[in-house]
Structures are given as C-alpha cells and as structure tokens.
C-alpha cells in the first residue's frame, strides 16, 4: 500500500502562539516513519471566513475552496489544539466548519493548563459528526510541560511520555488511516 499522507493542522492563528512548536515536533515524529508523507497545514495561510458570514460568500469563499482542496489531498489529520475557555480556537472550529474530513482519521496533540483535554473531547464529538474517526490516544501537553518549553528552553522531546504517547498516536493513525482508506477505494 502506498504511503499515507498526513496533514499536520497549527490549530492556532493568535500573536505569540504556541501551536507551531507541537505542529513541528510531531510532523519531524511522523516524518521518520517510513509509511507517511507529512505536511504541515498552517491556519494563518488560509485566512477563511467565518463560516456563515455574509462574506464567507464573496472572495473569502476562494480561500475554503483552497482550504478544502488541500485537505482532499490527505489520508490523515493531526491537529495542534490549544484550550481557551474551555474549548479550541474559533479558527480552528471554522475550519473544520468548512474543510472535508468523511472517512478520515484525526488526531490531537493538545496544549494547555490540562493539556487541551477539554477542547479535545470537543473536538471528538464534532469530528463524528464530520464523518471522521479519531484515534483514542492523545498527546497532552499540559502546563509543567508547556512551561518548560515556552519560558525555559527545553524541548518536548525532553518530555519522554509525550514521545511515548507520539509514538502510540502515530500507530494507531497507521492503522486507522490504512483501514479507512482501503474502504474509501471500494
């Protein structure tokens, strides 16, 4: 079987983010794994609408259009999460809103005070709804974590567990993304 294409999703476009530190570490993960092709996705290059805005319908509706076709070209998904309020980003939920993910697996690497879990769980229940089938195996970066990379320096591969669960995530997207799109050749 052909390699999987994966898409790594920055979930965030706000000044001073985080998102783009777990966009690149898991992207270099999954890119040593002979059975993937990895791209990362930024959010701040596909400036959309808001879904259902009046002006989602005039020339920002080119900029969904793009969205959606780049998203057509992958097998998988992994999305930076940050937490706010609870939940993820605007950003991120609009362009879910308007991307296309039927009979696709997601996963989420997650970052905050508890790791983004809430906004995690969330993000499951709206990706059923999307068609799409996440993983169970979430990578969570949580505050000490979050911290020691934001404000002093280390890395997340300084955090063994969060490779470990790297790891696990990886496989099952394999699993999931090799099983779903066998079925989408039928």
Same mark, same amino acid.
């Given at each position: 079987?052909?390699?999987?294409?994966?898409?790594?999703? &920055?979930?965030?476009?706000?000044?001073?983010?985080?998102?783009?530190?777990?966009?690149?570490?898991?992207?270099?993960?999954?890119?040593?794994?002979?059975?993937?092709?990895?791209? &990362?996705?930024?959010?701040?290059?596909?400036?959309?609408?808001?879904?259902?805005?009046?002006?989602?319908?005039?020339?920002?509706?080119?900029?969904?259009?793009?969205?959606?076709?780049?998203?057509?070209?992958?097998?998988?998904?992994?999305?930076?999460?940050?937490?706010?309020?609870?939940?993820?980003?605007? &950003? /991120?939920?609009?362009?879910?809103?308007?991307?296309?993910? +039927?009979? $696709?697996?997601?996963?989420?690497?997650?970052?905050?005070?508890?790791?983004?879990?809430?906004?995690?769980?969330?993000?499951?229940?709206?990706?059923?709804?999307?068609?799409?089938?996440? &993983? $169970?195996?979430?990578?969570?970066?949580?505050?000490?974590?979050?911290?020691?990379?934001?404000?002093?320096?280390?890395?997340?591969?300084?955090?063994?567990?969060? +490779?470990?669960?790297?790891? $696990?995530? /990886?496989?099952?997207?394999?699993?999931?993304?090799?099983?779903?799109?066998?079925?989408?050749?039928?």
């Amino acid at each position: 079987m052909n390699n999987l294409k994966i898409a790594v999703i &920055v979930g965030s476009t706000r000044i001073g983010r985080f998102a783009d530190r777990p966009a690149k570490w898991i992207a270099e993960i999954a890119a040593q794994r002979p059975d993937f092709e990895v791209e &990362v996705l930024d959010l701040l290059d596909y400036p959309m609408a808001f879904f259902g805005e009046a002006r989602a319908l005039e020339a920002e509706s080119e900029t969904a259009e793009r969205w959606k076709k780049k998203l057509r070209e992958f097998d998988a998904f992994i999305f930076t999460v940050a937490e706010y309020n609870h939940g993820p980003t605007a &950003v /991120l939920k609009n362009a879910i809103d308007l991307g296309e993910f +039927i009979h $696709k697996p997601v996963a989420f690497v997650g970052y905050g005070g508890v790791g983004a879990a809430r906004a995690v769980e969330q993000l499951r229940m709206i990706f059923v709804e999307m068609g799409a089938a996440s &993983v $169970k195996t979430g990578v969570h970066i949580s505050l000490p974590e979050y911290i020691g990379v934001a404000r002093e320096g280390k890395n997340l591969n300084d955090y063994q567990h969060l +490779i470990d669960a790297a790891g $696990k995530q /990886l496989d099952q997207l394999a699993w999931w993304g090799n099983a779903l799109k066998a079925a989408r050749s039928k």
